[in-house]
């Protein structure tokens, strides 16, 4: 099955095959270090996770790397609010990101480069923007001049009446109605306070767009496989970072772009003033699994827009639980008799997870295959028409799956302080204190832990 994915360049569906062998070189433009991330922001992350454990299940070997944005203009201003350093305000959202990101069961890419440990090769970058005719400085300023750069605009298809030549915009973000030339280091000035490097282009800062094409090329070449981010970066910046990586150097950027869509909440567009502005610990908090948020955010195709509702987050909940008993229970029969189709259904879920998945990641068949599996396996276990061999190879390709989804809660991992409990419990039966019994159940059930007795004895499962 050939694996094909929507390119926002051509606006066309192709055929996706590396550069380099089996290897792909992917980048995706990563968090400014500025707030708590929210959860439109992980809608984006949950694609580029579901994209990131595909391609390692197709087998390739995969070089991801993820920039954290920790200079631009909001972080400069509440370092001067709150007076502290740079590093000591990013610090603390760095880690928040990356617990987040673990919260969420997301992949590790393989490299994380910071902006401001990035700047010598953003200099570089610019001088050769400059040394070819492509940038210009004005009052310590260097700005990309687009009316220079005939290409300019091709990824949004731009049309060549709408650039704004002579315009300048310092600001790191803008509206797209301001086509215009665009700041690539900004000199200091004393809003900056402190915050500024002293380079051959003189003393300041570099701006947002040229931090991707310094870290993305350092990391993964001149021109490689896959950028990708949410549908806002399109323009200005991932059409600015074209500009500037191929106007240095001449060659192709990135081969592939995939862009995925909005997120809205309750059918609206998020916000703190509609009070439906939500960040991951939050959901947590208000007692919402980690899984659930995980699972809403990747059943939606990353092309389209995400409605997120609390009524999504509980049928998250509900499939999740059907998911995970499932294997549980799974492990735990010791098998039957075999009638063939039991190969059968494994081969079908392995088949049409990839059809789907090779098909642009087109996930709601991907789960339909999945859940359609539960539901096959769970007939023939409760026939006993699934032999031990078959329960294996189920388990196998369960777990395969799993490797992409990454929906199984480590349910079956040992805590002494569980295990104690539940031989309490059990003591307690035995000499008849059911009341004790009881109790032990509801406290355990209090902290999450579902207690399920069985004939090979009591096991216990979290709460989804």
């Given at each position: 099955?050939?694996?094909?994915?929507?390119?926002?360049?051509?606006?066309?569906?192709?055929?996706?095959?590396?550069?380099?062998?089996?290897?792909?070189?992917?980048?995706?433009?990563?968090?400014?270090?500025?707030?708590?991330?929210?959860?439109?922001?992980?809608?984006?992350?949950?694609?580029?996770?579901?994209?990131?454990?595909?391609?390692?299940?197709?087998?390739?070997?995969?070089?991801?790397?993820?920039?954290?944005?920790?200079?631009?203009d909001k972080i400069i201003k509440a370092c001067r609010e709150r007076k502290i350093s740079l590093d000591e305000y990013t610090a603390q959202y760095k880690k928040a990101f990356f617990d987040d990101l673990d919260t969420l069961g997301i992949?590790?890419?393989?490299?994380?480069?910071?902006?401001?440990?990035?700047?010598?090769?953003?200099?570089?970058?610019?001088?050769?923007?400059?040394?070819?005719?492509?940038?210009?400085?004005?009052?310590?300023?260097?700005?990309?001049?687009?009316?220079?750069?005939?290409?300019?605009?091709?990824?949004?298809?731009?049309?060549?009446?709408?650039?704004?030549?002579?315009?300048?915009?310092?600001?790191?973000?803008?509206?797209?109605?301001?086509?215009?030339?665009?700041?690539?280091?900004?000199?200091?000035?004393?809003?900056?306070?402190?915050?500024?490097?002293?380079?051959?282009?003189?003393?300041?800062?570099?701006?947002?767009?040229?931090?991707?094409?310094?870290?993305?090329?350092?990391?993964?070449?001149?021109?490689?496989?896959?950028?990708?981010?949410?549908?806002?970066?399109?323009?200005?910046?991932?059409?600015?970072?074209?500009?500037?990586?191929?106007?240095?150097?001449?060659?192709?950027?990135?081969?592939?772009?995939?862009?995925?869509?909005?997120?809205?909440?309750?059918?609206?567009?998020?916000?703190?003033?509609?009070?439906?502005?939500?960040?991951?610990?939050?959901?947590?908090?208000?007692?919402?699994?980690?899984?659930?948020?995980?699972?809403?955010?990747?059943?939606?195709?990353?092309?389209?827009?995400?409605?997120?509702?609390?009524?999504?987050?509980?049928?998250?909940?509900?499939?999740?639980?059907?998911?995970?008993?499932?294997?549980?229970?799974?492990?735990?029969?010791?098998?039957?008799?075999?009638?063939?189709?039991?190969?059968?259904?494994?081969?079908?879920?392995?088949?049409?997870?990839?059809?789907?998945?090779?098909?642009?990641?087109?996930?709601?068949?991907a789960l339909g295959e999945v859940f359609d599996f539960i539901r096959d396996i769970n007939r023939l276990r409760s026939e006993n028409n699934l032999s031990a061999g078959e329960r294996d190879k189920a388990l196998a390709a369960f777990e395969?799956?799993?490797?992409?989804?990454?929906?199984?809660?480590?349910?079956?991992?040992?805590?002494?302080?569980?295990?104690?409990?539940?031989?309490?419990?059990?003591?307690?039966?035995?000499?008849?204190?059911?009341?004790?019994?009881?109790?032990?159940?509801?406290?355990?059930?209090?902290?999450?832990?579902?207690?399920?007795?069985?004939?090979?004895?009591?096991?216990?499962?979290?709460?989804?």
């Amino acid at each position: 099955m050939a694996l094909k994915f929507y390119n926002t360049m051509s606006r066309e569906l192709e055929e996706f095959h590396p550069l380099d062998d089996n290897k792909v070189r992917m980048y995706t433009c990563g968090p400014t270090v500025y707030d708590f991330a929210h959860i439109g922001n992980f809608r984006a992350n949950i694609f580029i996770d579901l994209l990131h454990r595909y391609l390692e299940y197709k087998g390739y070997d995969l070089v991801h790397v993820m920039n954290l944005t920790d200079i631009d203009d909001k972080i400069i201003k509440a370092c001067r609010e709150r007076k502290i350093s740079l590093d000591e305000y990013t610090a603390q959202y760095k880690k928040a990101f990356f617990d987040d990101l673990d919260t969420l069961g997301i992949a590790r890419a393989t490299y994380y480069p910071e902006a401001t440990r990035h700047i010598d090769e953003m200099v570089v970058i610019i001088k050769k923007l400059v040394e070819k005719g492509l940038a210009y400085k004005v009052g310590g300023n260097y700005y990309f001049a687009i009316d220079k750069y005939p290409p300019y605009g091709k990824l949004n298809r731009i049309d060549k009446a709408e650039l704004k030549s002579g315009t300048r915009i310092a600001s790191d973000e803008y509206e797209k109605e301001s086509i215009s030339d665009f700041a690539l280091w900004k000199a200091w000035d004393e809003a900056d306070g402190d915050i500024y490097w002293d380079t051959e282009l003189g003393r300041g800062r570099p701006g947002w767009h040229i931090e991707c094409s310094a870290m993305s090329m350092k990391y993964l070449g001149e021109t490689f496989d896959i950028h990708t981010g949410g549908i806002d970066n399109k323009f200005p910046h991932h059409e600015n970072e074209i500009a500037q990586s191929e106007g240095a150097h001449g060659v192709e950027f990135s081969r592939f772009w995939l862009h995925n869509e909005h997120l809205i909440v309750e059918g609206r567009k998020m916000s703190k003033s509609l009070g439906n502005f939500f960040t991951i610990r939050e959901l947590v908090n208000k007692g919402y699994p980690a899984a659930a948020i995980r699972y809403v955010l990747i059943a939606t195709h990353y092309r389209q827009p995400l409605n997120f509702t609390m009524d999504g987050l509980d049928a998250a909940r509900n499939a999740l639980e059907r998911y995970n008993d499932f294997y549980i229970n799974l492990k735990d029969y010791p098998g039957g008799e075999a009638n063939g189709e039991g190969t059968k259904v494994i081969e079908k879920l392995l088949h049409g997870f990839e059809a789907a998945l090779d098909d642009d990641l087109n996930i709601s068949p991907a789960l339909g295959e999945v859940f359609d599996f539960i539901r096959d396996i769970n007939r023939l276990r409760s026939e006993n028409n699934l032999s031990a061999g078959e329960r294996d190879k189920a388990l196998a390709a369960f777990e395969k799956v799993n490797t992409v989804l990454n929906f199984l809660t480590k349910s079956d991992e040992t805590d002494e302080e569980i295990e104690s409990l539940i031989q309490k419990r059990t003591a307690a039966k035995r000499s008849k204190n059911f009341a004790e019994a009881d109790r032990i159940r509801e406290d355990l059930l209090a902290k999450g832990i579902i207690l399920e007795d069985t004939p090979q004895g009591t096991r216990w499962k979290r709460k989804i």
